[in-house]
Structure formats: structure tokens, C-alpha cells
T-cell receptor, first 113, second 113 residues
Framework: GDSVTQMEGPVTLSEEAFLTINCTYT??????LFWYVQYPGEGLQLLLKATKADDKGSNKGFEATYRKETTSFHLEKGSVQVSDSAVYFC????????????FGAGTQVVVTP | ETGVTQSPTHLIKTRGQQVTLRCSSQ?????VSWYQQALGQGPQFIFQYYREEENGRGNFPPRFSGLQFPNYSSELNVNALELDDSALYLC????????????FGEGSRLTVL
């Protein structure tokens, strides 16, 4: 079955540092890939997405590129802020079951001033 | 703010009891999905409703059931509660356009004692 694996946290960074969160997936065909973010006390919010190979999703300074050859969708941000402290989830979905997202376990990111 | 509202936000039940959780979807969305998020884990898909019919189910027993109403709001019912049912229950709505983009509510935190 489909699965998503992401790096374990917590990841602790200083403000303005570079952030990378690794995400790899196992799935047949061409799933859509997502990064969702969960701020403390809030629900999940879509951060960015990519629907086909080599697509780059971007939002709020975050980027991720859909790499079919390495089955990866790593999240990056060049300069993090304290407000980026949250839990980040990588997820995939299939066209034929679009409401079913397969999530990774989540990576907590803590940014210190 | 996604426009998806859930109630109640917190509740405590005892083992063997039954619980009903409610979700109002974002305006214009005809699809609702429910997820269970245990502490420290990624959300797990329970089921999805599309235009009042169940349209996909994850690996959850039949004591997890749901309903979608003509206004596309939804309920999640769990019978014979077990301790392991303690979790954050997330509702997500979407347009049913197969993009896989979901809009999540803030969740209902269920504690089973």
C-alpha cells in the first residue's frame, strides 16, 4: 500500500537558518504530493502541493519539488522565522481516492530567536 | 481560517459509551473526510462522504460510522468506545474536484477514560 516517510523531529533551528525536512513516498502511479502544516492549537493547513513529476510547489518562502526518480518531496526554506515553529506533515493522495490523504508521522520544527 | 467548524472541541467519555462529533463544511464544498490523529502521529483516514454517500473508507471497524446531510455537514459516530479511541478527530471538506486539496477544521479532542 501507499506510505509516506518523513524525518523524525524535533528539528531545532535558530532564526534565519536553512530548513530541510525530508519526505519520501511509496506509491504506484503518479500520486499528488502535499505539505500540510499544523500550528499549535490549530488544524492542518495546506502549505504547498505538486501534482506531477518535476512540479515545484511554493508558498510563504517554502518550496518542495516532486522527484519521481527518487520518490521524494523534500520541504525547504531558506531563512526560517520563529513563526514557522509548527508540525509539518508530508502527504500523498490518488486521483481515484482524492479525499484520502496518506500522511507521514509529522516533523516538529522549533525555531528559536 | 478554513471555514470548517467542528464541535465539540473537547470531550471526555468513558469506555463503552458512544460519541457523536459534528462538522460544518466550507461553503460550496460537497465532500467531507474524517481523520483520526493520535498523539504524536499523522492523521489516519477514517472515511469520506460525497454528496451524502460514503465514498471510501480506511481501516477502521464498523463501530465508526458517519452521516452527511443535504447541506453537506457531517457527523462521525463512534460506538462502544475504547481507550485507544482517544485522539484528535479532524474533519476536512473539499470541492470533490479530485485535486486532493482538503480544508481542515481544528478538530475535536476526544479522551476516553
Amino acid at each position: 500500500g501507499d506510505s509516506v516517510t518523513q524525518m523524525e523531529g524535533p528539528v531545532t533551528l535558530s532564526e534565519e537558518a536553512f530548513l530541510t525536512i525530508n519526505c519520501t513516498y511509496t506509491a504506484t502511479g503518479y500520486p499528488s504530493l502535499f505539505w500540510y502544516v499544523q500550528y499549535p492549537g490549530e488544524g492542518l493547513q495546506l502549505l504547498l502541493k505538486a501534482t506531477k513529476a518535476d512540479d515545484k510547489g511554493s508558498n510563504k518562502g517554502f518550496e518542495a519539488t516532486y522527484r519521481k526518480e527518487t520518490t521524494s518531496f523534500h520541504l525547504e526554506k531558506g531563512s526560517v522565522q520563529v513563526s514557522d515553529s509548527a508540525v509539518y506533515f508530508c502527504a500523498l493522495s490518488r486521483y481515484e481516492s482524492w479525499g484520502k490523504l496518506q500522511f507521514g508521522a509529522g516533523t516538529q520544527v522549533v525555531v528559536t530567536p | 481560517e478554513t471555514g470548517v467548524t467542528q464541535s465539540p472541541t473537547h470531550l471526555i467519555k468513558t469506555r463503552g459509551q458512544q460519541v457523536t462529533l459534528r462538522c460544518s463544511s466550507q461553503s460550496g464544498h460537497n465532500t467531507v473526510s474524517w481523520y483520526q490523529q493520535a498523539l504524536g502521529q499523522g492523521p489516519q483516514f477514517i472515511f469520506q462522504y460525497y454528496r451524502e454517500e460514503e465514498n471510501g473508507r480506511g481501516n477502521f471497524p464498523p463501530r465508526f460510522s458517519g452521516l452527511q446531510f443535504p447541506n453537506y455537514s457531517s457527523e462521525l459516530n463512534v460506538n462502544a468506545l475504547e481507550l485507544d479511541d482517544s485522539a484528535l478527530y479532524l474533519c476536512a471538506s473539499s470541492l470533490g474536484d479530485r485535486t486532493g486539496e482538503l480544508f481542515f477544521g481544528e478538530g475535536s479532542r476526544l479522551t476516553v477514560l
